[in-house]
């Protein structure tokens, strides 16, 4: 029996399964949830066919203090981040002053089996320099409430062009094999009349390698140490 290709095959399997599950997608292109004058009150993820595991009872919610704080704008839509040839479509800008009261919640996320949860999305300036700042905080929904997760800070020295901000939260242990995970955006700072766009959210996770390839590497290991020892 060959074992080193049987390995080979095994590890070149394991490293393919690694590859990141798509958990929820929101391209913000959906009206619903909107009130008349364009304000958002909640909106679900713009979840398409394609879009392999995602957790379609997944929701986000603007926690909105003043109405005024956020608007829906066609004309600030972007494809960066998106999926599936999304259109630009709608944009959500974050505007005014924002305070403790205001908040993003993304909810019903479920990380079963899956570490190394990451999420991204699109974002620019729609003013110059702005002020503007969150905590990331997350919620297993066993009734510990909100924990303390990551802080970001906009760089000042962005353009008014879009980028993906990407957040590794690999180093937050705690939501990783849960099945009903809430994050949110706790808006710390946002300075007057300059404002910040946002769009095309993903959360993205890693797979758990399976017990069985991991059964079947440490047993294809140990023939292969006891053979190296006969020959020995």
């Known amino acids: 029996m060959k074992t080193a290709p049987l390995l080979a095959s095994l590890f070149?399997?394991?490293?393919?399964?690694a590859s990141a599950d798509l958990i929820a997608y929101w391209n913000l292109n959906s009206t619903t949830g909107l009130d008349g004058s364009g304000r958002v009150i909640s909106t679900t993820p713009a979840v398409v066919a394609d879009?392999?595991?995602?957790?379609?009872?997944?929701?986000?919610?603007?926690?909105?203090?003043?109405?005024?704080?956020?608007?829906v704008l066609t004309t600030y839509g972007t494809t960066e981040n998106a999926l599936n040839s999304d259109v630009a479509g709608l944009g959500y800008r974050l505007g005014e002053r924002i305070d403790k009261n205001w908040e993003l919640h993304?909810?019903?996320?479920?990380?079963?089996?899956?570490?190394d949860v990451e999420m991204s999305y699109a974002q620019r300036?729609?003013?110059?320099?702005p002020n503007f700042g969150y905590n990331l905080d997350y919620n297993l929904n066993d009734g510990n409430g909100w924990q303390s997760g990551i802080t970001?800070?906009?760089?000042?020295?962005?353009?008014t062009s879009f980028a993906t901000v990407t957040h590794?939260?690999?180093?937050?242990?705690?939501?990783e094999g849960q099945s009903n995970v809430s994050l949110r955006f706790d808006f710390t700072s946002m300075d007057n009349n300059k404002d910040v766009v946002v769009d095309n959210f993903q959360i993205?996770?890693?797979?758990?390698?399976?017990t069985f390839t991991l059964i079947a590497l440490a047993g294809l290991s140990g023939v292969s140490r006891i053979r190296g020892f006969r020959r020995g």
């Not at 009872?57 to 203090?65: C, I, P, Q």
């Not at 300036?125 to 320099?129: E, F, K, P, S, Y």
């Not at 590794?168 to 939501?175: E, V």
């Not at 993205?204 to 399976?210: L, R």
Request: with cysteine; proline share 5%.
């Open 12 to 17: 070149l399997l394991t490293c393919n399964s």
């Open 51 to 71: 879009d392999g595991s995602s957790s379609v009872s997944a929701t986000l919610d603007f926690v909105v203090g003043n109405a005024n704080q956020l608007e």
């Open 106 to 115: 993304f909810n019903g996320l479920d990380f079963s089996n899956r570490t």
């Open 125 to 129: 300036a729609a003013d110059a320099d």
């Open 152 to 159: 970001y800070s906009f760089d000042p020295s962005t353009t």
């Open 168 to 175: 590794d939260l690999s180093s937050i242990t705690a939501i």
């Open 204 to 210: 993205i996770a890693v797979p758990e390698p399976s």
